[in-house]
């Protein structure tokens, strides 16, 4: 088992600034992969940025650019939001990966989501 714990949400204004942290615990040796997912009111959850291992990143197209994602992908990682717009607003989500492996299921575990509120 994995527990993710965020931090660092909160009410800025458009064309502000956060970072989030998202701190991995427990069997940390068996995720492959972290990453920053949100959920807009109404909307689907989607995801914000990945990270690998081997720092691999990847970003979605409305967050490239203006988000930064960082850590070592095992036990803690960060997201950078720079120049944030009030369709940032949601709440994020740290996830982990379990790969899958024979007689071993893919996992994802998730944090407990923190709220980042964007003003105009």
């Known amino acids: 088992q994995v527990l993710l714990v965020e931090s660092g949400g909160g009410l800025v204004q458009a064309g502000g600034s956060l970072t989030l942290s998202c701190t991995a615990s427990?069997?940390?040796?068996?995720?492959?992969?972290m990453g920053w997912y949100r959920q807009a009111p109404g909307k689907r959850r989607e995801v914000v940025a990945s990270i690998t291992g081997g720092r691999r990143t990847d970003y979605s197209d409305s967050v490239k650019g203006r988000f930064t994602i960082y850590g070592d992908a095992k036990q803690s990682i960060n997201l950078q939001m720079n120049n944030l717009n009030v369709e940032d607003t949601a709440v994020y989500y740290c996830?982990?990966?379990?790969?899958?492996?024979?007689?071993?299921?893919?996992?994802?575990?998730w944090g407990q989501g923190t709220q980042v509120t964007v003003s105009s």
């Open positions: 996830n982990a990966k379990r790969a899958w492996a024979p007689g071993v299921p893919a996992v994802d575990w």
């Open positions: 427990g069997n940390t040796f068996e995720i492959v992969s």
